[in-house]
T-cell receptor
Framework: AQTVTQSQPEMSVQEAETVTLSCTYD???????LFWYKQPPSRQMILVIRQEAYKQQNATENRFSVNFQKAAKSFSLKISDSQLGDTAMYFCAFMKPLFGANSKLTFGKGITLSVRP | GAGVSQSPRYKVAKRGQDVALRCDPISGHVSLFWYQQALGQGPEFLTYFQNEAQLDKSGLPSDRFFAERPEGSVSTLKIQRTQQEDSAVYLCASSQGQEQGGYTFGSGTRLTVV
């Protein structure tokens, strides 16, 4: 079974600065996907970024980038130029792909990020 | 619709009452998931449908939980004889094909059992 660990319960960052959210995971799989999802107070989970384990290059989406260290089973999210709208809970998630079907996500406990004006 | 719609948004149930939570996925989306999110925790998988077929129900915590998707579109999660530990947000997610985790989530139903 896979586990996802987010050990920081909350973090705070000044607007326009950079913040890094940590995540570690445990799996015996060689092929898998990792994700960061954002959950604002509206409760809707929104995909921030996705990383495929077989790709060595770190994924980037505008102000969001990851540091994927496969051997260390570490997957951190860096948010650059933080904005007030980034205030939310952030969840790290793991997925083992299945052939011919979609697969469930395994989430960490999440981290509350507050961006200060 | 434009997104995944869940209703009701809030539900208060007395202990022992049966409840039904509805998920209306994006039109044409084949896959549908239900997750349970306890307060201060990450979502936990309950069950997965591909069209009308329930391919995985390994996450349902007890036989009081039942999900269906009879026509491959709208899904209902039913909880019988609710207990306080059932209090949580129930999230629904859908995808068109093999999105490899990039699912569209609804805003959930917050269930409070009193």
């Amino acid at each position: 079974a896979q586990t996802v660990t987010q050990s920081q319960p909350e973090m705070s960052v000044q607007e326009a600065e950079t913040v890094t959210l940590s995540c570690t995971y445990d799996t015996s799989e060689s092929n898998y996907y990792l994700f960061w999802y954002k959950q604002p107070p509206s409760r809707q989970m929104i995909l921030v970024i996705r990383q495929e384990a077989y790709k060595q290059q770190n994924a980037t989406e505008n102000r969001f980038s990851v540091n994927f260290q496969k051997a260390a089973k570490s997957f951190s999210l860096k948010i650059s130029d933080s904005q007030l709208g980034d205030t939310a809970m952030y969840f790290c998630a793991f997925m083992k792909p299945l052939f011919g079907a979609n697969s469930k996500l395994t989430f960490g406990k999440g981290i509350t990020l507050s961006v200060r004006p | 619709g434009a997104g995944v719609s869940q209703s009701p948004r809030y539900k208060v149930a007395k202990r022992g009452q049966d409840v039904a939570l509805r998920c209306d996925p994006i039109s044409g989306h084949v896959s549908l998931f239900w997750y349970q999110q306890a307060l201060g925790q990450g979502p936990e998988f309950l069950t997965y449908f591909q069209n009308e077929a329930q391919l995985d129900k390994s996450g349902l915590p007890s036989d009081r939980f039942f999900a269906e998707r009879p026509e491959g579109s709208v899904s209902t999660l039913k909880i019988q004889r609710t207990q306080q530990e059932d209090s949580a947000v129930y999230l629904c997610a859908s995808s068109q094909g093999q999105e490899q985790g990039g699912y569209t989530f609804g805003s959930g139903t917050r269930l409070t059992v009193v």
